[in-house]
């Protein structure tokens, strides 16, 4: 964790793990963020298993560094504590519909009004000038809809969901980075403004990035699909006592490879030499190393390719992944103490600094923990608060 945005106030009403992802990681890098949950909390609490009754594993791993409060935007009281924080953040975001999100007072045109230079970022399912604008989406949905699902196809060329929330993961990165540009802009110029990022015009152009191949040009020029990944042989190869993932890639690396597993002739071939050449016949050369590949162990395997420069790696299993040396050496599944709910494992952010400071992770909140705090903050007496949580427009807080 990393001190570069402390000072940014954030006002999160995400849910679930898009916006949660992204927010997270702003708390990760020293914002202070502020979840606002309804009364029932973020249904992802409920997510089993967890260190506590609501507080989930996965709530635990998208919803670090964060304080939560629990407040009912429907009442016109919780509107009035909204308008109050508003006014002292920096960035508002959701991951709401706009019909939601105007029902509940946190569109852009109602953020404007209460602090002018707000930055408003929002991820909803589908961009707001489609015909789905107000359709609801979740990672499988998006799954669908932006061909993931078709080219993680089974040998039976049936459909598969990636087994990962990677929409949601995904978005959330362009929503978090989003945020931080807008942010910079507002440094520069004082300037609000706002930013939608749809999730499936965001996994479209993710995905399609380099499977838009031979459509790119106009007339097109060949097929869609990168014709390296859409190769049959392209799978992690069976070994004489496991699988790996083997890959020459360079022309160099290529001619290496062939050298070591005696295909001289092929070696010297112009077409293995030639770039777009040896593209255009990749599956052969894939099929020729599923065909060699159980020759030798994974040991056998890694110390040729080592030794001739070849990208490899061994396949792990879930269980295997944080036995990885690499991982194992930058520390990035790690252990937090805390007083409540004892050791929590958590993932460190992959950002690694020699100048930033480094700060203590936070655990996951409970349902409106830091309610009273946040009140208090917004200069409100405690017989005020009081009466708020009595009104039940703000969760018990924690108390």
């Known amino acids: 964790m990393l001190n570069l945005l402390e000072g940014i106030k954030v006002v999160d009403f ?101 602090k002018p230079d707000i930055v408003h970022c929002w991820s909803p399912g589908f961009a707001s000038h489609g015909p789905d604008a107000n359709s609801p989406a979740y990672d499988d949905i998006i799954q669908a809809r932006s061909g993931i699902a078709a080219l993680n196809a089974d040998a039976d060329d049936a459909p598969q969901f990636f087994r990962s929330i990677v929409c949601d993961k995904v978005v959330g990165l362009h929503l978090a980075l989003a945020i931080a540009a807008a942010l ?14 749809p999730m499936l015009e965001t996994m479209t ?72 050449a040896r593209s255009h016949r990749i599956d052969e050369l894939y099929e020729l190393i599923a065909r060699i590949a159980p020759n030798r162990t994974n040991e056998q395997w890694q110390e040729a390719l080592a ?33 409540e709910l004892g050791s929590l494992r958590y993932l460190q952010p992959a950002f690694f600094s020699d100048d930033a400071q480094s700060i203590e992770p936070r655990r996951a909140p409970h349902l409106g923990e830091h309610g009273r705090e946040v009140l208090a903050e917004l200069g409100l007496g405690s017989a005020e608060i009081q009466r708020l949580i009595t009104d039940r427009v703000v969760g018990d807080c924690g108390a």
């Open 205 to 276: 152009s993710f995905m399609m990035a380099e499977h838009l191949a031979g459509h790119t040009m106009v007339p097109s020029q060949g097929k869609m699909g990168y014709q390296r990944l859409m190769s049959a042989n392209r799978r992690p190869f069976k070994t004489a006592d496991g699988y790996m993932a083997i890959m020459p890639y360079s022309t160099k690396q290529w001619v290496r490879f062939l050298t070591l597993v005696e295909e001289t002739e092929l070696a010297a071939a112009g077409w293995i030499r030639d770039g777009a």
């Open 14 to 114: 995400t849910s679930v793990v898009l916006g949660p992802y992204a927010t997270q990681f702003l708390g990760d890098f020293g914002a202070q963020v502020t979840k606002v949950e309804p009364l029932e909390g973020d249904g992802f609490r409920a997510v089993r298993p967890g260190p506590s009754a609501d507080i989930g594993a996965g709530f635990a791993n998208f919803n670090r560094n964060k304080r939560s409060i629990a407040l009912d935007l429907k009442h016109p009281a919780g509107q009035d504590v909204l308008a109050q924080l508003v006014k002292e953040a920096d960035v508002v975001v959701h991951n709401m519909r706009g019909m939601s999100a105007l029902a509940l007072g946190i569109s852009y045109a109602q953020m404007k009004q209460i």
């Open 184 to 197: 910079v802009h507002r440094l520069r110029t004082g300037e609000g403004q706002s930013i939608e990022v």
């Open 307 to 339: 030794r001739n420069d070849v990208p490899y790696a061994v396949v792990n299993s879930m269980q295997e992944v944080f036995a990885d040396e690499q991982l194992e050496a930058s520390g990035i599944l790690r252990t937090m103490e805390d007083a």
